[in-house]
């Protein structure tokens, strides 16, 4: 199962994006993901405590910042990674409305992610 930001109804709104950003614990879980990595390598990593680790990951991925992606295993284990996804954040405010606005640059999906996008889909269907 992958959780894919990108492909979202409604985007996060500025205020999501701004106070997740805003939070240095969630900061340095962004920092730490130069790869993808589960909840308890990033606690280690980044000295957070697991279970405010779950809920700066849980900020993160509603704030369109993370993905998230779920390794299923044979042994019936399974586990989640997170993701960084998105290369840039640009906030901008409109001139006419001077309403301020949220634009994301994300990277290209692999043939992989797409293929589990497809999955997802068609397992929420059935």
Do not use: N
Request: charged residues 40%; negative net charge; aromatic residues 4%.
């Amino acid at each position: 199962m992958v959780r894919t930001p990108s492909r979202r109804e409604d985007p996060p709104s500025v205020e999501t994006v701004l106070d997740a950003l805003a939070d240095e614990a969630a900061r340095r879980i962004v920092t730490a993901l130069s790869e993808p990595k589960t909840a308890s390598e990033l606690s280690e990593e980044c000295d957070i405590p697991l279970s405010t680790t779950y809920r700066k990951l849980e900020l993160l991925t509603e704030a369109s910042l993370l993905e998230e992606s779920t390794d299923i295993r044979r042994d019936g284990q399974h586990t989640t990674r997170y993701s960084v996804s998105f290369d840039s954040i640009t906030v901008s405010l409109d001139e006419d409305d001077r309403e301020f606005g949220v634009e994301f640059s994300r990277p290209d999906r692999t043939r992989d992610e797409r293929l589990a996008d497809l999955w997802s889909e068609l397992r929420e269907e059935t």
